[in-house]
């Protein structure tokens, strides 16, 4: 079984990479694919850096070069739903591209010839995140963040949810629009700026894919702040340790 793992970045991707051994690194159009042995598992690791078209773009040449078995998107996401808090994860059951909008009301969303609007992400995967996120959370997270970290992001039990995960080229930090997209979306938890392009690509080349991602901020008017910091001091830490807790229990 061979891996494929990508983040936007370079925070987020750090610790995994320090963590690979017998690497091969591979550069395509810019991007760093990292190919080795991460926690005993075959893996490709890359850095998509941020965005759709950057996403879609490291998906595509990610599975058409190195043929992962499955592909997982690992970062941050602005919490939107409002039983979502600074910490928790989410793992996206579904993915929807949020600023697709071809000018037809009741077809907002959908991906024109696709017909979809929700891409699935792959049921088996998505229960292995959220068994390796609890282990994390419950284990190793208070090793690997400080304290003072912890009571700064107000961070004391998080959560796993599953739920409906929103992609989009805009950093919500606006309420309004937090609310616009928490009225339109189904079921939606939180908005970040890859999920479903990767999503989509999976589709179509019939790879599963996974999308995690822990709340860095709440996309709304505070956003900005609280989000550099979160990312500098806790996100790169949630990344490895889910990783490493996935990847250990994969047979
Ligand atoms: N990633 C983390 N927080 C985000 C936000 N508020 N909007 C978009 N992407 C994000």
Same mark, same amino acid.
Request: hydrophobic share 40%; aromatic share 8%; net charge negative.
């Given at each position: 079984?061979?891996?494929?793992?990508?983040?936007?970045?370079?925070?987020?991707?750090?610790?995994?990479?320090?963590?690979?051994?017998?690497?091969?690194?591979?550069?395509?159009?810019?991007?760093?694919?990292?190919?080795?042995?991460?926690?005993?598992?075959?893996?490709? #690791?890359?850095?998509?850096? %941020?965005?759709?078209? &950057?996403?879609?773009?490291?998906?595509?040449?990610?599975? $058409?070069? !190195?043929?992962?078995?499955?592909?997982?998107?690992?970062?941050?996401?602005?919490?939107v739903a409002?039983?979502?808090?600074?910490?928790?994860?989410?793992?996206?059951?579904?993915?929807v591209q949020h600023d697709f909008d071809?000018?037809v009301p009741e077809r907002i969303f959908e991906?024109?010839?696709?017909?979809?609007k929700y891409?699935?992400?792959?049921?088996?995967?998505?229960?292995?995140?959220?068994?390796?996120?609890?282990?994390?959370?419950?284990?190793?997270?208070?090793?690997?963040?400080?304290?003072?970290? #912890?009571?700064?992001?107000? %961070?004391?039990?998080? &959560?796993?949810?599953?739920?409906t995960?929103a992609s989009g $080229?805009? !950093?919500i930090?606006?309420?309004e629009k937090n609310q616009w997209l928490y009225t339109h979306v189904n079921d939606l938890a939180?908005v970040?700026?890859?999920?479903a392009?990767?999503?989509?690509?999976?589709?179509?080349?019939?790879?599963?894919?996974?999308?995690?991602?822990?709340?860095?901020?709440?996309a709304?008017?505070?956003?900005?702040?609280?989000?550099?910091?979160?990312?500098?001091?806790?996100?790169?830490?949630?990344?490895?340790?889910?990783?490493?807790?996935?990847?250990?229990?994969?047979?």
């Amino acid at each position: 079984m061979k891996y494929g793992i990508i983040c936007a970045m370079e925070e987020e991707i750090r610790l995994l990479l320090s963590d690979m051994t017998d690497c091969t690194v591979t550069e395509i159009a810019h991007r760093a694919f990292t190919h080795g042995t991460l926690y005993g598992k075959e893996v490709v #690791l890359v850095q998509s850096r %941020i965005g759709k078209v &950057a996403s879609a773009s490291t998906a595509t040449t990610l599975i $058409d070069r !190195f043929a992962p078995d499955c592909v997982i998107f690992c970062g941050t996401a602005g919490g939107v739903a409002p039983s979502l808090h600074v910490g928790d994860v989410v793992i996206g059951d579904k993915l929807v591209q949020h600023d697709f909008d071809c000018g037809v009301p009741e077809r907002i969303f959908e991906i024109p010839l696709l017909g979809i609007k929700y891409f699935k992400t792959d049921a088996s995967l998505n229960q292995a995140l959220v068994n390796a996120v609890k282990n994390y959370i419950n284990d190793e997270m208070r090793n690997d963040i400080p304290d003072r970290y #912890l009571k700064e992001f107000g %961070i004391q039990s998080p &959560a796993v949810h599953t739920g409906t995960i929103a992609s989009g $080229d805009q !950093f919500i930090c606006d309420n309004e629009k937090n609310q616009w997209l928490y009225t339109h979306v189904n079921d939606l938890a939180c908005v970040e700026m890859e999920g479903a392009a990767v999503a989509q690509v999976c589709y179509e080349f019939d790879v599963p894919c996974a999308v995690v991602r822990v709340i860095s901020d709440s996309a709304n008017d505070d956003s900005n702040v609280d989000f550099a910091r979160f990312v500098e001091e806790a996100a790169c830490h949630f990344t490895r340790g889910t990783m490493k807790a996935f990847l250990t229990a994969q047979k």
